[in-house]
């Protein structure tokens, strides 16, 4: 009965005997740090013991699946020669020893372009069944770059924003891990619907409360690093743009009402000047047959720039009057026989003033025989003129400074030769 077993358990084991095993051994993946040298072991047992040729071959291929192996070293055995391809120059080599089954590879000086699945074959001439390779998986460790922290999204209340972290590198890839602080500086829980995903923190809703300090934490088995946001949640009104726009535009609205207040002040500045001008030159340059002070106080325009106006003609006639009455006279006659069709002319226009300008041409006509009458007075008078010239002068500067005063006083003007005004 035993025997029987015995001859079972012996067919069961006999089929392994005529097959190759190639192995590498745990742990896996083999680790390393950039920079460093790491050796990767590899054991073979062949079917028969001390086998005459054995070729074996170090190949690599990248993590992705459909990525092409690239066998870049081959040792032949008994002479021990190498074909390296120059895919890692010279950081490879191999430590075999055939009888023992050994064919480590080493490789120096690591750098990222190591980090991927490595194979070890092992060829013997009639030792073709079993497992002629094994693959292993080198990591190149890097430790974790100081990550960059940013804000996704307006600060804003209501808003919903992201803070972002992320390690230019790092290898094995960093995890990322966000804690939050309050305004303080003390460690807070964070709003249940916040989600911390692969460096990305979700905040949604932000408040004022969620301001504070956020950190982020990169970390790989190497070593860890982090960064840092203040967060400053403000009202919708108050962001930097907006509270930019309010002011630009204050700015502006300011900027159009001076200038609107200084046109305003310009214009009535200048009317004034012009005003000014106007009554100068007329005091100066009119001819006395334009207008008269009695026609011109009748007239129905009774503002007050009308009446300055009349006032220095009226003054203008009574100094032509002293300098020449009889020339002046004739003239005023002649002036009134134009003005009356003129007011004959302006009667048409102003009908509703018709009245007006009737009651007017009688008082024309009552002065007109005044003016008569004053004439031959006037010629009485002629004998004395020479005499009475230098009072007359006299009487001008007076006029002058009168004027001067009533101009001043803004009142229209009563000359001291005329009749008083009748209306
Ligand atoms: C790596 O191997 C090279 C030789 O290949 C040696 O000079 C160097 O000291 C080794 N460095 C480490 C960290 O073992
Ligand atoms: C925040 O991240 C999520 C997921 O990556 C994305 O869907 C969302 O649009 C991001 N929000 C902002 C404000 O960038
Ligand atoms: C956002 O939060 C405010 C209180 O901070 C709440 O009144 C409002 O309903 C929230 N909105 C949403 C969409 O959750
Ligand atoms: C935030 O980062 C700055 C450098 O960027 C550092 O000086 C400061 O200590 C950090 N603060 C915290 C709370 O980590």
Redesign the pocket.
């Known amino acids: 009965m035993e025997g029987r077993i015995l001859a079972f358990i012996l067919l069961c084991l006999v089929p392994h005997v005529g097959a190759i095993t190639v192995e590498i051994p745990k742990p896996k993946p083999y680790e390393s740090a950039r920079g460093g040298n790491v050796t990767l072991p590899c054991t073979f047992i062949p079917s028969k013991p001390n086998p005459a040729t054995v070729t074996i071959s170090w190949s690599v291929r990248g993590l992705e699946p459909e990525s092409e192996e690239d066998q870049f070293l081959t040792y032949y055995y008994p002479d021990a020669s190498i074909d390296t391809t120059s895919t890692y120059g010279g950081r490879v080599a191999v430590d075999v020893d055939v009888p023992k089954g050994k064919a480590n590879l080493m490789i120096s000086a690591l750098t990222l372009n190591e980090n991927k699945i490595f194979k070890c074959a092992v060829q013997i001439r009639g030792d073709v069944n079993g497992k002629t390779s094994d693959t292993t998986r080198l990591v190149v460790l890097v430790a974790p770059s100081t990550p960059i922290c940013n804000i996704?999204?307006t600060a804003e209340y209501g808003q919903?924003?992201?803070l972002t972290c992320k390690s230019e590198e790092g290898s094995p890839s960093p995890t990322y891990k966000w804690e939050s602080r309050d305004v303080q500086n003390m460690p807070r829980v964070p709003d249940p619907k916040t989600t911390d995903k692969d460096g990305?923190l979700?905040l949604y809703n932000i408040s004022k409360d969620t301001s504070g300090y956020f950190i982020c934490t990169s970390a790989n088995k190497i070593r860890s690093a982090t960064c840092n946001i203040t967060l400053s949640v403000m009202p919708p009104s108050m962001n930097v743009a907006s509270t930019a726009g309010i002011i630009a535009g204050v700015v502006i609205a300011l900027i159009i009402l001076f200038i609107v207040i200084y046109c305003c002040c310009c214009r009535k500045k200048k009317n004034e000047e012009e005003y000014a001008m106007g009554v100068h030159e007329e005091f100066h340059d009119k001819e006395p047959e334009k207008t008269s002070g009695g026609q011109r106080s009748n007239g129905a325009a009774g503002d007050r720039s009308d009446q300055h106006e009349v006032k220095s003609e009226r003054d203008h006639d009574n100094r032509r009057g002293y300098d020449d009455p009889h020339s002046d006279y004739d003239d005023r006659r002649s002036d009134y026989d134009d003005r009356r069709r003129d007011h004959d002319g302006r009667r048409r226009d102003h009908d509703d003033q018709r009245r007006d300008y009737d009651d007017r041409r009688s008082d024309y006509d009552d002065r007109r025989s005044d003016y008569s009458d004053r004439r031959s007075d006037y010629d009485d008078r002629r004998s004395d003129y020479n005499d009475r010239r230098d009072r007359y002068d006299d009487r001008r500067d007076r006029y002058d400074d009168d004027r001067r005063h009533d101009r001043d006083e803004d009142r229209p003007p009563v000359p001291a030769n005329k009749p008083p005004r009748r209306d």
């Open positions: 996704q999204g919903n924003i992201n990305i979700s």
